[in-house]
């Protein structure tokens, strides 16, 4: 299972950005997909996340500027995000977690990672 992330770049604060991620490979199901960010000298941490039917959770600093978003027949989740502020700079890793085939326990697996900085 590879994750293929795309976007991201340098923005100004209170600009908006979208990074896109599509899954692809030996795919049975995905259960949950989504976004972590880590700065640096810091943990990687959700940034918001979206189940297979829909449910989506948000890390509490980005609700309200942050939405994600879920295309089950192609396997991609989006993240955009608006009001972007300094603090919000990281690097961007998708996540999804993944069942290469029937009956068994799906997996975490990781994009490789995109540079949002937020700057004037």
């Known amino acids: 299972v590879q994750l293929q992330a795309s976007g991201g770049g340098l923005v100004q604060p209170g600009g908006s950005l979208r990074v896109s991620c599509a899954a692809s490979?030996?795919?049975?199901?995905?259960?949950?997909m989504g976004w972590y960010r880590q700065a640096p000298g810091q943990l990687r941490v959700l940034v918001a996340s979206?189940?297979?039917?829909?449910?989506?959770n948000y890390a509490d600093d980005v609700k309200g500027r942050a939405t994600v978003s879920r295309d089950n027949t192609k396997n991609t989740v989006d993240l955009q995000m608006d009001a972007l502020k300094p603090e919000d700079t990281a690097v961007y890793y998708c996540?999804?977690?993944?069942?290469?085939?029937?009956?068994?326990?799906?997996?975490?697996?990781w994009g490789q990672g995109t540079q949002v900085t937020v700057s004037s």
């Open positions: 996540n999804a977690v993944v069942a290469d085939k029937p009956d068994v326990v799906a997996i975490d697996y």
């Open positions: 490979g030996s795919i049975f199901r995905i259960n949950s």
């Open positions: 979206i189940t297979s039917g829909g449910y989506e």
